[in-house]
């Protein structure tokens, strides 16, 4: 099975609502990082987690590595936040090799 | 100026040709990879590395060589090209928590 899983697969919202994604492993996940593939392609990095949380603007993440999961709460959803959102684990004595899950994608629409 | 260049942007080859990719990394970062991108699957890793002359072996890494020749250059070598090998393919480079991507070579086997 996926080391992993996204969830959801695909999401649509309304501009101004929240909502949130999740990423559960199923490896021994020491960080996790988080991507956004905006709608031209280009991958831009929004997270770098240890066990714990950040913040940025609005968009907010989590990440338990007891639990296995992390997630990424987007608050006031806006039009440039769509786009495909990725987790990638890393997991202990994993050589700086993240593993990557298959994405969320996201439709903002007004 | 783009800390990560992949060249060609777009590449279109015959099966059984040769392919080779290219990335360059001006962050001076230790490791480099390689991705292939295809839908439904996510990124998936195909090779890295951790400094000039190093390699080690990714997750999808059947029918690619890769080499990395400098601090900065890191090469993906498709020696007999399948269509199966038709995909995106993104050139990463990290160090710590910094993670960033190239914009994608497009490669299409016909």
């Known amino acids: 099975g996926d080391k992993v899983k996204q969830s959801p697969s695909a999401l649509s919202l309304q501009e101004g609502t929240n909502s949130a994604l999740r990423c559960n492993f199923s490896?021994?996940?020491?960080?996790v990082q988080w991507f956004l593939q905006n709608p031209r392609g280009s991958l831009m990095n929004l997270f770098y987690?240890?066990?714990g949380t950040k913040e940025n603007g609005r968009l907010k993440s989590a990440f338990d590595s007891k639990e296995s999961y992390s997630t990424l709460h987007i608050r006031d959803a806006q039009l440039e936040d769509s786009g495909t959102y990725f987790c990638?684990?890393?997991?202990?004595?994993?050589?700086?090799?993240?593993?990557f899950g298959k994405g969320t994608s996201l439709v903002v629409h007004p | 100026e783009a800390a990560v260049t992949q060249s060609p942007r777009n590449k279109v080859t015959v099966t059984g040709g040769n392919v080779t990719l290219s990335c360059r990394q001006t962050?001076?970062?230790?490791?480099m990879y390689w991705y292939r991108q295809d839908t439904g699957h996510g990124l998936r890793l195909i090779h890295y590395?951790?400094?000039?002359?190093?390699?080690q072996i990714g997750d999808v890494p059947d029918g690619y060589k890769a080499t990395r020749t400098t601090q900065e250059d890191f090469f993906l070598l498709l020696e007999l090209a399948s269509p199966s090998q038709t995909s995106l393919y993104f050139c990463?480079?990290?160090?710590?928590?910094?993670?960033?991507f190239g914009s994608g070579t497009r490669l299409l086997v016909i």
């Open positions: 990463a480079s990290s160090e710590g928590s910094d993670y960033t």
């Open positions: 490896i021994a996940a020491t960080t």
């Open positions: 987690l240890v066990p």
């Open positions: 990638a684990a890393e997991a202990s004595g994993g050589n700086y090799k993240p593993t």
């Open positions: 962050n001076s970062h230790n490791y």
């Open positions: 590395s951790y400094g000039a002359g190093n390699l």
